[in-house]
């Protein structure tokens, strides 16, 4: 089970940290990821960590603002957003899955969305 918490409302240049609650099974099995869904978009890959832990990817459009992290002890996965742009405005999930992708269809498990909005 995963549940996503931290969206809300920030100014563009902004800074915001996403978190993810693990718990169940999955919790050190998958790997991890954050996707986004703007209105009328489909769901794109924003951040992934590997489950060996030490490999990340980023999507272009966040790489170097954003950093994917996962606190093991206590099984929270955080997506810290830094330099936040209004095209940054969207619901964001966290997922977890068996295969080191970037698309939906690789990942089984997901938390509801949590809502970021970026004001220009």
């Known amino acids: 089970q995963l549940q996503a918490s931290g969206g809300g409302l920030v100014q563009a240049g902004g800074s915001l940290r996403l978190s993810c609650a693990a718990s169940?099974?999955?919790?050190?099995?998958?790997?991890y990821a954050w996707f986004r869904q703007a209105p009328g978009k489909e769901r794109e890959f924003v951040a992934g960590?590997?489950?060996?832990?030490?490999?990340?990817r980023y999507a272009d459009s966040v790489e170097g603002r954003f950093t994917i992290s996962k606190l093991n002890a206590k099984s929270i996965l955080y997506l810290e957003m830094s330099s936040l742009k209004p095209e940054d405005t969207a619901n964001y999930y966290c997922?977890?899955?068996?295969?080191?992708?970037?698309?939906?269809?690789?990942?089984?498990?997901w938390g509801q969305g949590t809502l970021v909005t970026v004001s220009s």
């Open positions: 997922a977890a899955g068996g295969l080191w992708g970037t698309t939906p269809q690789d990942f089984g498990y």
């Open positions: 169940g099974r999955i919790v050190n099995l998958y790997h």
């Open positions: 960590r590997h489950v060996n832990g030490r490999e990340t």
